[in-house]
C-alpha cells in the first residue's frame, strides 16, 4: 500500500468555505510534502513541514503534523473556484527529496 | 525559467510500437525522475536520475520500459514494444535536492494512449 493516504477521497464544498485533507502514513519521516494538480496539468508543490515542526502557514494554507499519530492535515481557508483540484501528500523518508511516495490524493471541488 | 519542459503531450500509437518521451529539466537541478499517473494505481515512481546516473529503476514495470540520460539537461523515457496498458499521462520532474531543495518541480506531462 502507499505511504500516503489522503481522505477523503473527494471533497466539494462552497466558495468561502474551508476545506480540509488528511494524510496518513506509514514510517518515519524527515518531511512531508504537500501538491496541487489541476486537472490536466503536472503536480506544483504548496509547502513542506519538516518532521520536527508541528503546524506552518503560507497564505491560506494550514499544515499541521502529527508525527505520533502519522499523520497530517491540509486546511484550505477562504476557499475559491480557482482552488479546485487534486491535493497530494508526499511523504520523504531520506530528507534529501529525492524520494518522495505520493499518496492517492484528495479530489476538491469548489462550486462558485 | 522555464520549467521542466516535457514532449510530446500527446502521443497515440499502436500497439507494439515504439514510443520515446523526452523531457528536460530545470537547469541546475541534479536529480530527474519519471512518474506515471493512472487512474487505477495512482502516481508512480518508474526511475530516478542523480548527476546523470540511474539510481532506482525498480519502479521499472519490465523489460520494455528503458530510461537515459545522456547529460544534464535531457532524459529520455523509451518503451518498446507498447502495449494498450500503458497508457496513462507520463510526468518528468526535476529537483536540487538536499539542503538546496526538496520540493519536486513537475513538467505538464504527456499522455500516451496505446491502441
Known amino acids: 500500500s502507499q505511504q500516503g493516504e489522503e481522505d477523503p477521497q473527494a471533497l466539494s464544498i462552497q466558495e468561502g468555505e474551508n476545506a480540509t485533507m488528511n494524510c496518513s502514513y506509514k514510517t518515519s519521516i524527515n518531511n512531508l510534502q504537500w501538491y496541487r494538480q489541476n486537472s490536466g496539468r503536472g503536480l506544483v508543490h504548496l509547502i513542506l513541514?519538516?518532521?520536527?515542526?508541528r503546524e506552518k502557514h503560507s497564505g491560506r494554507l494550514r499544515v499541521t503534523l502529527d508525527t505520533s499519530k502519522k499523520s497530517s492535515s491540509l486546511l484550505i481557508t477562504a476557499s475559491r473556484a480557482a482552488d479546485t483540484a487534486s491535493y497530494f501528500c508526499?511523504?520523504?523518508?531520506?530528507?534529501?527529496?529525492?524520494?518522495?511516495?505520493f499518496g492517492s490524493g484528495t479530489q476538491l471541488t469548489v462550486l462558485p | 525559467d522555464a520549467g521542466v519542459i516535457q514532449s510530446p503531450r500527446h502521443e497515440v500509437t499502436e500497439m507494439g510500437q515504439e514510443v520515446t518521451l523526452r523531457c528536460k529539466p530545470i537547469s541546475g537541478h541534479n536529480s530527474l525522475f519519471w512518474y506515471r499517473q493512472t487512474m487505477m494505481r495512482g502516481l508512480e515512481l518508474l526511475i530516478y536520475f542523480n548527476n546523470n546516473v540511474p539510481i532506482d529503476d525498480s519502479g521499472m514495470p519490465e523489460d520494455r520500459f528503458s530510461a537515459k540520460m545522456p547529460n544534464a539537461s535531457f532524459s529520455t523515457l523509451k518503451i518498446q514494444p507498447s502495449e494498450p496498458r500503458d497508457s496513462a499521462v507520463y510526468f518528468c520532474?526535476?529537483?536540487?535536492?538536499?539542503?538546496?531543495?526538496?520540493?519536486?518541480?513537475f513538467g505538464p506531462g504527456t499522455r500516451l494512449t496505446v491502441l
Open positions: 513541514i519538516r518532521s520536527n515542526e
Open positions: 520532474a526535476s529537483t536540487k535536492g538536499g539542503l538546496a531543495g526538496r520540493e519536486q518541480f
Open positions: 508526499a511523504t520523504d523518508v531520506g530528507g534529501d527529496g529525492r524520494q518522495l511516495t
